[in-house]
C-alpha cells in the first residue's frame, strides 16, 4: 500500500471536500487492490481493512497541499490502470470540478398558486392527483394562520422569529452545521454481501440495526469506540428489504424479498414473533371466466374441437401465469403503529400489491388490503400514527386511515406521479423547521427526484412543495435536528457512490455537502437522534459511519 507522503509544495491547504476526495479515490481503487493481492494472501475483508487504516492515517498525518490528491491519483493510475472503477478524472482533480458539478444540480420550483406542481419548464413530467371528498384544513397552513411563515411564499424557510433558534445553533450557516470531520469506523461484518437497510434507535445514539443481501440482521454497538457487533439475527432466507424499532427499541422488526417479517428481541437475540409469507391463491372463478364456457354447438363438429384447442391453450396460459404469480409474495416495506407497538404493519407483492396489519403477542393477521401494484416504501405521520402512506412501484403515494386499536385500514387518498418510477422510500415530519410547522412527506423517486410535500388535510392530501434533481437517489431521510437552523435538511445516499445533504430551503444550490467514501452504490443513510453520527452502507457490504465535525 502507498502510504501518505507529507507534501510542503506551499500550495493550498486542504479542506475537508479534499480529504473525502481523497478517501473516495483509495475506496474506488479498492478492488483492484483486493483483486492484486488475492492469489498470494486471500482476506476478504482487505478492502475494508484498507480503508480503515487510510482513514486513521488521514487524521494522525493530513497531507498538507491540495497537489497530494492529483499526485496520490496519477501514482494509483499508474499502479492498477487508470480507471479505479467509477473514478474519473473530474473527481480526482481539484474541488473546481466538485463544485461545477454541484452547479449543475438544478431545483424545479415552478408551482401554481394553490401549491400544486405545473411541470418542467421544458414540457417534462407533471403531477396529477385524484382525491376523495374530505374535510381539509381551513386554508392557510397551520404556521400561515400563526403568522409563523410568510403568506405569500411557497418557501418553508422561517420568517425573523427563528433568530432563537439560529442562536441555539450558534449562528453557523448550515453549511458549516453539516461539515463532516472523518470517519469514525468503518463496519464489516456484512462484506461478504451487501448491507441494504441501516437504522439507528429511537433516541439512542449507540444502537445501529443493518440488514444485509443474505437475510442475516446485524445489531452493533458503535459507540464508545471501537465499534462491536451485539448480536446477528438470522432467519431470513433472501436480502433483507426493511427493518423497523418498536418505540422503547426492545424490539426489532424486519422483512425480506422471502416474503417473511420476524419480530427480534434484540436483548435476547431471539425470534418473538414470525409471520408467514402471503400466498396469492388462484381463483377457480377467474379460470372458468378466462376458459371454462365453451361446451356449446356439436361436439362433433369441427367448430367444437377447434373451440376445445383454443380452450385448452387458453387455460395452459393461465396456469402458467398463475404458477407465476403464486408463491411468496417479496415483502418490501414495514412499520410499528406509533400510538400502538402491538400491532405493525408490512407491505409488498409481486405483480399487485397488499397492505397486512399483524398482532404482535397473538400473530394473527387484523387486516389485509389488495392494491393494483406493489408497494416500495411506508410511512406514518408523526403526530398521532392515524395516517399511514404508502408509495408504490408505478409512482403512486396511497393515503390511509389507520385505527391504532383494531389495525383497519381505509382508503383515503391517492397522488399519481408522472413519469412512473418506483418511490424507494418515505418519511414524514411534523414539521421541517421549528417556527415553520407545516407537516410534511419527503419521498425518493428512483427517476431522479427527491420530492417535499405539504400535507393540506388530515387525510392525507398532498401538494408538491419542491422537487430536487439528484444523482441516481435511493433513500433520503430528514435530519433530525434541523429544526434548530436555519434551513432544512435532508440525507440521500446514491447510487453514484456518494452521500449528499440537501438543504430543502434553499431555491438554488440546495447541496451543502457530498460525503464521498463508498466504492460501490450507496444503499440507504440513517443518523443517529442527536446527529453526531451518520451511517451510510454500500452495496459492497461497507458501512461507513462518518462524524460530526
Known amino acids: 500500500p502507498i502510504l501518505i507522503i507529507a507534501m510542503s509544495t506551499g500550495g493550498v491547504e486542504l479542506t475537508r471536500a479534499h ?14 487492490r483486493a483483486a492484486g493481492i488475492a492469489a498470494n494472501r486471500p482476506l476478504p475483508s482487505f478492502q475494508t481493512l484498507y480503508l480503515r487504516r487510510r482513514s486513521q492515517l488521514l487524521r494522525e498525518c493530513p497531507p498538507r497541499s491540495a497537489a497530494y490528491l492529483a499526485m496520490r491519483s496519477r501514482l494509483l493510475a499508474s499502479m492498477y490502470g487508470g480507471g479505479g472503477g467509477n473514478m474519473g478524472s473530474s473527481d480526482a482533480g481539484s474541488l473546481r470540478s466538485r463544485t461545477m458539478s454541484l452547479r449543475s444540480l438544478r431545483i424545479d420550483t415552478d408551482f401554481l398558486s394553490d401549491g400544486s406542481f405545473l411541470g418542467a419548464s421544458s414540457g417534462g413530467a407533471g403531477y396529477t392527483t385524484s382525491v376523495s371528498a374530505s374535510a381539509e384544513f381551513g386554508g392557510a397552513s397551520v404556521a400561515g394562520r400563526h403568522g409563523l411563515v410568510d403568506p405569500g411564499s411557497a418557501s418553508p424557510v422561517p420568517t425573523s422569529r ?7 445553533a450558534g449562528n453557523t450557516t448550515t453549511a458549516e452545521q453539516y461539515a463532516f470531520a472523518g470517519v469514525y469506523c468503518i463496519l464489516d461484518q456484512h462484506c461478504q454481501s451487501s448491507a441494504l437497510r441501516l437504522r439507528f434507535a429511537n433516541n439512542d445514539r449507540t444502537r445501529l440495526a443493518a440488514g444485509a443481501g443474505d437475510g442475516r440482521v446485524s445489531v452493533s454497538q458503535v459507540v464508545p469506540s471501537p465499534a462491536t457487533v451485539i448480536c446477528v439475527l438470522d432467519g431470513h432466507k433472501q436480502a433483507i428489504t426493511d427493518l423497523a424499532w418498536s418505540s422503547g427499541n426492545d424490539f426489532l422488526l424486519s422483512v425480506s424479498e422471502d416474503g417473511s417479517a420476524r419480530v427480534w428481541n434484540v436483548a435476547k437475540a431471539t425470534c418473538l414473533r414470525e409471520v408467514p409469507p402471503f400466498q396469492s391463491a388462484a381463483s377457480a372463478d377467474a379460470h372458468h371466466a378466462a376458459g371454462g364456457s365453451s361446451g356449446s354447438g356439436s361436439a362433433g363438429s369441427v367448430s367444437a374441437v ?4 383454443a380452450a385448452a391453450a387458453a387455460s395452459a396460459g393461465y396456469h402458467q401465469q398463475q404458477r407465476r404469480n403464486e408463491g411468496p409474495q417479496p415483502l418490501h416495506a414495514c412499520d410499528f403503529i406509533p400510538s400502538n407497538n402491538n400491532l405493525f404493519v408490512i407491505g409488498g407483492g409481486k405483480t399487485s400489491g397488499f397492505l397486512r396489519v399483524v398482532n404482535l403477542s397473538t400473530g394473527l393477521i387484523q387486516s389485509t388490503l389488495r392494491l393494483g401494484r406493489p408497494v416500495r416504501s411506508l410511512s406514518f ?15 403512486l403515494i396511497l393515503a390511509f386511515l389507520v385505527d391504532p386499536l383494531t389495525g383497519h385500514l381505509t382508503r383515503s387518498r391517492t397522488l399519481s406521479l408522472t413519469p412512473a418510477a418506483p418511490l424507494t422510500s418515505l418519511q414524514a415530519r411534523s414539521w421541517i423547521s421549528r417556527e415553520a410547522r407545516d407537516p410534511c412527506l419527503l419521498a425518493t423517486c428512483s427517476a431522479g427526484f427527491l420530492l417535499l410535500f405539504r400535507v393540506m388535510s388530515g ?18 431521510a430528514f435530519c433530525p435536528l434541523m429544526s434548530f437552523r436555519q434551513g432544512a435538511c435532508v440525507v440521500c445516499a446514491s447510487s453514484d457512490t456518494c452521500v449528499y445533504i440537501v438543504d430543502v430551503t434553499r431555491e438554488r444550490r440546495p447541496i451543502v455537502n457530498k460525503l464521498q467514501g463508498h466504492a460501490s452504490p450507496v444503499t440507504d443513510v440513517t443518523f443517529n437522534y442527536d446527529e453526531s453520527l451518520l451511517a451510510s452502507a454500500d452495496a459492497s457490504g461497507t458501512i461507513i459511519l462518518w462524524r460530526r465535525a
Open 459 to 476: 387525510e392525507g392530501q398532498l401538494a408538491l412543495r419542491r422537487k430536487f434533481c439528484i444523482p441516481s437517489p435511493t433513500r433520503a
Open 381 to 395: 405521520d408523526t403526530n398521532e400514527g392515524r395516517l399511514l402512506w404508502a408509495g408504490d412501484l408505478t409512482g
Open 306 to 309: 377447434l373451440a376445445a384447442a
Open 162 to 168: 427563528a433568530e432563537a433558534s439560529r442562536a441555539l
Open 19 to 32: 480529504w473525502q476526495q481523497v478517501l473516495s479515490l483509495d475506496a474506488r481503487y479498492s478492488t483492484s
